[in-house]
């Protein structure tokens, strides 16, 4: 397997847009049409290769944290997106997830920005996340993290995944309507 990485959509392989759609609607269902994968794929795109196949993508954008919440006080803070990222089933479980998510938080930290946010309907997603987070403080890459989770009530309309992920009890992901299509917005 190998990454590749492209500033944005249009420097990307067009050779990979249709696989990047194959393994989007494998890990979030066929009811993820084609045209709201491409949608996603503004942004920082890194690319997962196996055997000339696509078989994981991220998004990531930069901004500032004005364009997530109105405080002015931070308003001007530097901020990347984790836009979303899918890695098709038949590579669930294999480390693909937790290599996307090094080259991801890797170039915001990079970067130096100091504000991390993405929405999930998953707790493995966050949890995902946070181990990288975790891995990079121990390495001393970062000093400190935190993740702050702000539910919003139906942003996505739906469950986005053919299944409700797997939820442990009491995690606060139990408190989101799945049919409605609550999310956290997670911040680090």
Do not use: W
């Amino acid at each position: 397997m190998r990454l590749e990485s492209f500033p944005d959509l249009s420097t990307a392989s067009k050779d990979y847009i249709p696989g990047i759609v194959r393994c989007a609607q494998d890990a979030f269902g066929k009811t993820m049409q084609e045209k709201e994968v491409i949608e996603h794929l503004g942004g920082f795109l890194i690319v997962a290769v196996d055997n000339e196949d696509v078989i994981a993508f991220c998004v990531s954008k930069t901004g500032t944290f004005n364009e997530v919440l109105s405080l002015s006080q931070v308003s001007d803070m530097p901020t990347v997106h984790l836009v979303g990222a899918a890695v098709r089933s038949d590579y669930q479980g294999q480390g693909v997830y937790k290599n996307l998510n090094v080259a991801r938080l890797g170039n915001a930290i990079s970067a130096r920005i100091p504000l991390i946010y993405t929405r999930t309907q998953n707790p493995g997603v966050e949890a995902g996340l946070s181990a990288t987070l975790q891995n990079m403080r121990e390495q001393g890459l970062i000093k400190r993290f935190f993740v702050t989770r702000d539910k919003e009530d139906g942003v996505y309309g739906r469950l986005l995944t053919p299944n409700k992920p797997s939820i442990p009890p009491n995690s606060p992901y139990n408190e989101l309507n799945y049919d409605r299509g609550d999310a956290f917005h997670l911040f680090g």
